[in-house]
């Protein structure tokens, strides 16, 4: 019977492997991982890499929400106290034209009035986090100035045009309204409906065509202030949805990827024991020579 006395390097092959299957278990378990690299699962990998994009797109879509969210509240409870302030117009106007103020009355109702428009023209360059928000899309400048030589007083240097948000996979928001469909809408120009009601007090006359401009105007940004209701509300449906969707996505990939923490712990101490025993072969293995097979 022939005897092969050189099995060192078949050991020296186990000890490896040994040493490795630790390493992994060691790692898996450090991880919370069964797939750290290509080659542990090449299709499970391939699935995570996908299934990892589509995560960073939706925190992306997350992130973006958040800020549309700060800007259509901000919007919104800017329209509320410009509609407030509207009211007490009305209301001051009423008041001027019941005929029994006197003069100076009727010149500090005008003056209170002159200051509402200025709250308001400084409500309309309301910005959000460094952008104008009733701008257009000249978000980098204020929509509004005091003008003398407009009929208003008060000049619109943005444009028409909205802007719009990517919150999802081919879904886009429109996040604003320009003030030219706000404040100075043709035929419903809130400066100019106040400014006709200052004159109406100083010259104490044309109150009532005054006073219905400025009810339109309140009426007209009352009626475009849903917009931003609607699409509060649906930023929020879509929050909720990429939410759900954000923790669909973890659980596959637990799934793909996640390891069995008491099987790894297993394939851990079944390593380290055949290391061991390896290990012990090969410290035997040294101590031999040819008269130990013969015997």
Known sequence: MRVNPNYMPDLLTALNQTQLDAQQALLQIASGRSVNQPSDNP???????????????????????????????????????????????????????????SDDNRSAVASELQGIQDQILSLANTSFQGRYIFSGTVTRMPPYAADSTVASGVRYDG???????TVGNGYQMAINQPGSQLFSATGHDVFAALNSLVQALQSNSGYQA??????????HLSAQR?????????????????????????QQENTLGGVDLAAAATRLTTAENNTQATLAAISKYAQMNLFDYLK
Do not use: P, W
């Open 226 to 250: 849903v917009f931003y209701g609607n699409s509060m509300n649906q930023a929020q449906s879509q929050v909720t949805y990429l939410n759900a969707a954000k923790l669909q996505l973890s």
């Open 43 to 101: 299709a499970s990998a391939a699935l995570l890499i996908a299934n990892n994009d589509q995560a960073t797109f939706t925190n992306g879509y997350l992130q973006s929400l958040t800020s549309v969210q700060g800007q259509l509240q901000t919007a919104d409870s800017t329209l509320s106290s410009v509609t407030t302030a509207l009211q007490r117009a009305i209301s001051l106007g009423v008041e001027g034209a019941n005929g029994t103020l």
């Open 159 to 165: 444009n028409d045009a909205v802007n719009t948000v």
């Open 210 to 219: 005054a006073i219905t401009s400025v009810r339109d105007a309140y009426d």
